[in-house]
Protein backbone atom coordinates (compact mmCIF):
# COMPACT_ATOMS: atom_id res chain seq x y z
CA UNK A 1 0.00 0.00 0.00
CA UNK A 2 2.66 2.53 0.88
CA UNK A 3 4.78 1.71 -2.30
CA UNK A 4 1.48 2.61 -4.52
CA UNK A 5 1.03 5.68 -2.88
CA UNK A 6 5.04 6.63 -3.23
CA UNK A 7 4.72 5.61 -7.12
CA UNK A 8 1.36 7.38 -7.59
CA UNK A 9 3.55 10.69 -6.22
CA UNK A 10 6.47 10.49 -8.61
CA UNK A 11 3.31 10.36 -11.49
CA UNK A 12 1.45 13.37 -9.88
CA UNK A 13 5.35 14.82 -9.36
CA UNK A 14 5.80 14.09 -13.21
CA UNK A 15 3.13 15.29 -14.38
CA UNK A 16 3.16 18.55 -12.58
CA UNK A 17 7.23 18.92 -13.72
CA UNK A 18 6.04 17.59 -17.77
CA UNK A 19 3.06 20.84 -17.41
CA UNK A 20 5.86 23.04 -16.41
CA UNK A 21 8.18 22.60 -18.74
CA UNK A 22 5.51 22.50 -21.78
CA UNK A 23 4.38 26.25 -19.95
CA UNK A 24 7.63 27.53 -20.44
CA UNK A 25 8.33 26.51 -23.56
CA UNK A 26 5.13 28.44 -24.84
CA UNK A 27 6.10 31.31 -23.01
CA UNK A 28 9.27 31.38 -24.44
CA UNK A 29 8.20 30.76 -27.91
CA UNK A 30 5.84 33.21 -27.68
CA UNK A 31 7.80 35.94 -26.33
CA UNK A 32 10.44 35.45 -29.17
CA UNK A 33 7.41 36.82 -31.68
CA UNK A 34 7.99 40.57 -30.42
CA UNK A 35 9.05 41.80 -33.82
CA UNK A 36 7.22 41.60 -36.82
CA UNK A 37 8.19 39.47 -39.67
CA UNK A 38 8.35 42.24 -42.27
CA UNK A 39 11.02 44.77 -40.29
CA UNK A 40 14.35 44.42 -40.69
CA UNK A 41 15.84 42.98 -37.94
CA UNK A 42 18.59 44.77 -35.22
CA UNK A 43 21.75 43.92 -36.53
CA UNK A 44 21.00 44.43 -40.33
CA UNK A 45 22.04 48.22 -41.08
CA UNK A 46 25.19 47.77 -39.23
CA UNK A 47 25.75 44.47 -41.45
CA UNK A 48 25.08 47.13 -43.96
CA UNK A 49 28.12 49.67 -43.13
CA UNK A 50 30.15 46.56 -42.37
CA UNK A 51 29.75 45.55 -45.96
CA UNK A 52 30.30 49.10 -47.22
CA UNK A 53 33.20 50.16 -46.10
CA UNK A 54 35.86 47.28 -47.75
CA UNK A 55 34.72 48.86 -50.91
CA UNK A 56 36.01 52.22 -49.74
CA UNK A 57 39.31 50.76 -48.00
CA UNK A 58 38.21 51.58 -44.55
CA UNK A 59 38.98 47.99 -42.96
CA UNK A 60 38.95 49.70 -39.60
CA UNK A 61 35.17 50.85 -40.13
CA UNK A 62 33.63 47.48 -41.29
CA UNK A 63 35.54 45.94 -37.72
CA UNK A 64 33.43 48.67 -35.92
CA UNK A 65 30.49 48.08 -38.11
CA UNK A 66 31.09 44.00 -37.56
CA UNK A 67 31.38 44.48 -33.52
CA UNK A 68 27.73 46.87 -33.38
CA UNK A 69 26.20 44.12 -35.58
CA UNK A 70 27.28 41.12 -32.79
CA UNK A 71 25.88 43.45 -30.36
CA UNK A 72 22.62 43.63 -31.85
CA UNK A 73 22.44 40.04 -32.96
CA UNK A 74 23.75 38.79 -29.90
CA UNK A 75 21.14 40.40 -27.89
CA UNK A 76 18.10 39.70 -30.42
CA UNK A 77 19.07 35.87 -28.59
CA UNK A 78 18.65 34.39 -32.21
CA UNK A 79 20.82 32.41 -34.21
CA UNK A 80 19.66 34.31 -37.50
CA UNK A 81 22.03 37.37 -36.93
CA UNK A 82 24.67 35.37 -35.44
CA UNK A 83 24.82 33.43 -38.68
CA UNK A 84 24.78 36.75 -40.61
CA UNK A 85 27.75 38.24 -38.28
CA UNK A 86 29.68 35.33 -39.01
CA UNK A 87 29.25 35.45 -42.70
CA UNK A 88 30.01 39.75 -42.24
CA UNK A 89 33.33 38.32 -40.12
CA UNK A 90 34.41 35.62 -42.91
CA UNK A 91 33.86 38.77 -45.58
CA UNK A 92 36.51 40.79 -43.47
CA UNK A 93 38.82 38.27 -43.37
CA UNK A 94 38.78 37.60 -46.83
CA UNK A 95 38.68 41.53 -47.53
CA UNK A 96 42.00 41.70 -45.06
CA UNK A 97 43.45 39.21 -47.44
CA UNK A 98 43.03 41.23 -50.29
CA UNK A 99 44.52 44.44 -49.03
CA UNK A 100 47.79 43.01 -47.54
Known sequence: ???RRATRGHLILMIIVGILVIALALVETLAGRERAVDAE??????????NSHPERG???????????????????????????????????????????
Open 1 to 3: MEK
Open 41 to 50: PPWADAIKRT
Open 58 to 100: DLGGAVRGWHDAYLAAFGSRGWEGMIEVGDAALRIARDRCSFA
